[in-house]
């Protein structure tokens, strides 16, 4: 039997938005995710397999200068740095979900709720309503 390939972050990307859009999601929304995942995308590497990716890669991501500021060096506006936290989020929880990898590589202060897990991709978009 052989052993499936882990998909790139890049390939893996292109599955959830094609995902997002079999779940009925407006075109708005996943380009706007495509955008925050072209961000995860140009700090990792295109290549890098999404199981390769750990906790404390997500954590220098969500802390690095391109998820925080804009190209002219201003911060970016807090909504803005949630909403992509909150994508990458999604995006990894669905990968778990979907068995492309074992475990969430998020940093728990990442995660909201008191438990620090969180179970599916809909309780994680339930999070903004």
């Not at 925080?68 to 979900?97: H, Q, S, Y």
């Not at 940093?107 to 179970?119: F, L, M, R, W």
């Amino acid at each position: 039997m052989e052993k499936k390939q882990t998909p790139s972050l890049k390939e893996a990307v292109g599955t959830y938005l094609e995902y997002l859009k079999e779940m009925g999601k407006k075109p708005g929304t996943i380009a706007s995710y495509g955008r925050d995942f072209d961000l995860a995308i140009e700090f990792f590497g295109e290549d890098k397999t999404i199981d390769s990716i750990a906790v404390c890669n997500i954590g220098k991501f969500f802390k690095s200068d391109l998820m925080n500021k804009l190209k002219n060096g201003n911060e970016k506006a807090e909504p803005t740095v949630k909403k992509t936290k909150r994508a990458v989020r999604m995006m990894f929880t669905w990968a778990k979900d979907s068995g492309m990898i074992k475990t969430l590589p998020i940093p728990k202060n990442e995660i909201p709720g008191s438990t620090g897990k969180i179970e599916t991709v809909e309780e994680i978009a339930n999070e903004t309503k």
